[in-house]
């Protein structure tokens, strides 16, 4: 069981908002930047968002993060068939001394 | 360009042990908190370790305490896994994980392409 609570799966089709959601406690995401990254099947996993909200360069400005108390969300607006993947979230957890990821989601475009 | 990769994974029997090196390039090894991350078959990311740039602050996952060990050797730019007394549940993919900052308690903004390693009698 991961420390941080993102939902199973997630799904939107083409055009489409969808939202993730990550849920943690005081010990990280109250108190630490969350970070989010993608995976695609049989590849390593990428940094879409660091520090809450910003993005790396070359990461399209149709995802975009935020943070609220101890929940995170990760939004991809404008969806598009290459955004099929999994998403994961993390952040330091001052309690534990690590970093801890979520569960992941996995986003199907239909 | 920026890139990390991950050698030493292989097929070992329970109770063995590996060493993985991940070898860096294109940055200032020297600057960066580096991680080790690893995803079982069909599961989800866990992170493994930590070493801060200096070697200063090292922090493990509970689940690999007291077996491995992460180390660096800042003049080879090599970032270095030590696995002991490895068990099934150990079978995954360990990718390394460069960190934002200084640090390593940010975000994993480089991450190398992973190495299987695959515990079994």
């Known amino acids: 069981q991961s420390v941080l609570t993102q939902p199973r799966s997630a799904s939107g089709t083409p055009g489409q908002r969808v939202t993730i959601s990550c849920s943690g406690s005081s010990s990280n995401i109250g108190i630490n930047t969350v970070s989010w990254y993608h995976q695609l099947p049989g590849t390593a996993p990428k940094l879409l968002i660091h520090s809450n909200n910003q993005r790396p360069s070359g990461v399209p400005d149709r995802f975009s993060g935020s943070k609220s108390g101890t929940s995170a969300s990760l939004a991809i607006s404008g969806l598009q068939s290459e955004d099929e993947a999994d998403y994961y979230c993390a952040t330091w957890d001052d309690s534990l001394n690590g970093m801890v990821f979520g569960g992941g989601t996995k986003l199907t475009v239909l | 360009q920026v890139q990390l990769v991950e050698s030493g994974g292989g097929v070992v029997q329970p109770g063995w042990s590996l060493r993985l090196s991940c070898a860096a390039s294109g940055f200032t090894f020297s600057s960066f908190g580096m991680h080790w991350v690893r995803q079982a078959p069909g599961k989800g990311l866990e992170w493994v370790a930590v070493?801060?740039?200096?070697?200063?602050?090292?922090y493990y996952g509970d689940p690999v305490k007291g077996r491995f060990t992460i180390s660096r050797d800042n003049s080879k730019n090599t970032l270095y896994l030590e696995m002991n007394s490895l068990r099934v549940e150990d079978t995954a993919v360990y990718y390394c994980?460069?960190?934002?900052?200084?640090?390593?308690?940010?975000?994993?903004?480089?991450w190398g392409q992973g190495t299987l390693v695959t515990v079994s009698s």
């Open positions: 070493i801060w740039h200096d070697g200063n602050k090292i």
């Open positions: 994980a460069r960190d934002r900052y200084s640090s390593g308690n940010d975000a994993f903004s480089v």
